[in-house]
Antibody, heavy 119, light 110 residues
Framework: EVQLEESGGGAVRPGGSLRLSCVAS????????MSWVRQGPGKGLEWVSG????????TYAESVKGRFTISRDNAKNSLYLQMTSLRVEDTAFYHC????????????WGQGTLVTVSS | QSVLTQPPSVSAAPGQKVTISCSGS????????VCWYQQFPGTAPKLLIY???KRPSGIPDRFSGSKSGTSATLGITGLQTGDEADYYC???????????FGGGTKLTVL
């Protein structure tokens, strides 16, 4: 069974930083691209960033480009999201998701970790 | 403002059929595969339909997907109260080079 478990969320002031982690199990982690998708409280889904299986190709939403960095450690079956210069509008649940066979397809999701940016 | 457009809500009676629309453009739906996700309150989204009309293992055939031009549709037949959830369409936008989603549709089974 595919399992994705996020951690690292919390409360932070605007301008602050946070590092999210996602530990994967139940599949060959290094066979899949991975992504982060966020969901503001009571809001819809927003794709944040993606990384290929090797970690050599990364993509970002315009809203986080230059502030967030996605990475992975295949030896640890782990995905990361380093978030800096956080803004109030970054407040959301951040879900780790496994990429499916096509761009923009996410076939397994974690429960998410809550990031709250507030002064 | 979501890149893909969905109705905020739909409703139907148990046993009936409902469709949820998802409208986009040539840079997203028009040239990429569409997925649909189901999300219950407080839980993670779940892939319901991929590659426009395919169902992952375990998804009942009451759920179907279709695509025509720059629009996609999710159909649910034999509605059950347990189908009450939020439904999202999603795809890739080749111009933005980003994943994109609809704003979500809340399904109520009356």
């Amino acid at each position: 069974e595919v399992q994705l478990e996020e951690s690292g969320g919390g409360a932070v002031r605007p301008g602050g930083s946070l590092r999210l982690s996602c530990v994967a199990s139940g599949f060959s982690f290094d066979d899949y691209g991975m992504s982060w998708v966020r969901q503001g409280p009571g809001k819809g889904l927003e794709w944040v960033s993606g990384v290929n299986w090797h970690g050599s190709i990364t993509t970002y939403a315009e809203s986080v480009k230059g502030r967030f960095t996605i990475s992975r450690d295949n030896a640890k079956n782990s995905l990361y999201l380093q978030m800096t210069s956080l803004r109030v509008e970054d407040t959301a649940f951040y879900h780790c998701a496994r990429d499916g066979g096509y761009l923009g397809e996410f076939d397994s999701w974690g429960q998410g970790t809550l990031v709250t940016v507030s002064s | 403002q979501s890149v893909l457009t969905q109705p905020p809500s739909v409703s139907a009676a148990p046993g009936q059929k409902v469709t949820i629309s998802c409208s986009g453009s040539s840079s997203n739906i028009g040239n990429n595969n569409v997925c649909w996700y189901q999300q219950f309150p407080g839980t993670a989204p779940k892939l319901l339909i991929y590659d426009n009309n395919k169902r992952p293992s375990g998804i009942p055939d009451r759920f179907s997907g279709s695509k025509s031009g720059t629009s996609a549709t999710l159909g649910i037949t034999g509605l059950q109260t347990g189908d009450e959830a939020d439904y999202y369409c999603g795809t890739w936008d080749s111009s933005l080079s980003e994943g994109v989603f609809g704003g979500g549709t809340k399904l109520t089974v009356l």
